[in-house]
């Protein structure tokens, strides 16, 4: 069977990519996901199962049985069909090589961060991009080939990312830019050529794998970094989190927090130390200043004079 319009994911943003493109550009002939199971040996941020678009749309869902599409049912449903164009969102692997051979026009992705690939390649960029203070974000719409975020770009948008951003809302101009690169990339296909640059001048530089225990906040840190920190992970990615006091079986995971102020003097209390609480809101001390958790879930209350570590 022949398939045009093949869209890859896993995720929530997978399900809204295929309603942008289905509801305002072209049918979408096939979605390509991984079945529930595979969730098991592979954490997923914001996983979400998609079979339920057969139902919604009509458009055959295939479950691969891994992550990345090796399995031997796969690669038999990729042998045994053609297709003419596809687009990645939410797929944070590889596709191997019998799969980018079987695409015509062939296999287009995302990846972005503050300059132009192939610096900052890897893995999560948007999270790496605002842990590290990055004010802007250049999303790339790249043709996938066997190695990771190569410069074949297609097309680029660039947004910024402002002080009041966390990684949802970071996620929602990613979500944005996307939507009109991939109306560019339709309508070049739709006329029978895509055409490419690989005429980069950067370097190469690699964002490495974060995982939850990447999360653990050092309130020893500056106000600034901790505070990236957080939104930077924050749902519906594991969220930062810490101890308190010194408990490894009591941890708070902090999920929405801001800067509080640098000039009071707090020097009487520690760094991650509770300084006060307003509205169940506690104010942490940190070495440069001081940080007030909006929203953190524990199985203990946070109080006065509690040590956060």
Not at 235 to 259: D, H, I, M, R, T
């Amino acid at each position: 069977m022949h398939y045009k319009v093949v869209v890859f994911g896993v995720k929530d943003t997978s399900e809204n990519i295929v309603d942008y493109i289905q509801n305002t550009l072209c049918p979408v002939d096939l979605v390509v996901t991984v079945a529930n199971k595979v969730t098991q040996n592979n954490d997923i941020s914001g996983f979400k199962g998609l079979s339920f678009l057969t139902e919604k749309y009509g458009m055959p869902v295939f479950e691969s049985e891994t992550y990345g599409l090796k399995d031997e049912r796969t690669v038999k449903f990729f042998a045994d069909n053609t297709f003419d164009i596809g687009i990645v969102m939410g797929w944070q692997r590889l596709i191997p090589k019998h799969v980018l051979d079987s695409f015509k026009f062939g296999i287009f992705g995302f990846h972005g961060n503050c300059g132009y690939l192939p610096f900052g390649r890897g893995r999560s960029p948007l999270n790496w991009s605002m842990i590290l203070g990055d004010t802007r974000f250049n999303l790339n719409l790249f043709k996938y080939d066997e190695k990771a975020d190569s410069p074949n770009i297609f097309a680029t948008e660039m947004f910024s990312i402002n002080e009041h951003d966390d990684i949802r809302t970071a996620q929602y101009k990613n979500m944005i830019s996307s939507k009109r690169l991939i109306a560019k990339l339709i309508k070049e296909y739709q006329k029978g050529q895509v055409n490419i640059k690989t005429d980069s001048k950067d370097f190469d530089s690699w964002y490495e794998k974060r995982t939850p225990a990447d999360g653990k906040i050092d309130w020893k840190d500056r106000t600034r970094n901790i505070y990236n920190l957080i939104r930077g992970v924050a749902a519906p990615f594991p969220g930062a989190w810490c101890y308190l006091n010194g408990n490894e079986e009591s941890k708070v995971l902090v999920w929405e927090a801001k800067p509080f102020d640098e000039m009071m003097d707090f020097s009487m209390y520690a760094p991650g130390e509770v300084i006060d609480i307003f509205d169940g809101k506690p104010i942490i001390r940190t070495v440069d200043g001081s940080i007030l958790i909006h929203r953190y879930e524990s199985e203990s209350m946070i109080e006065k004079g509690d040590i956060l570590s």
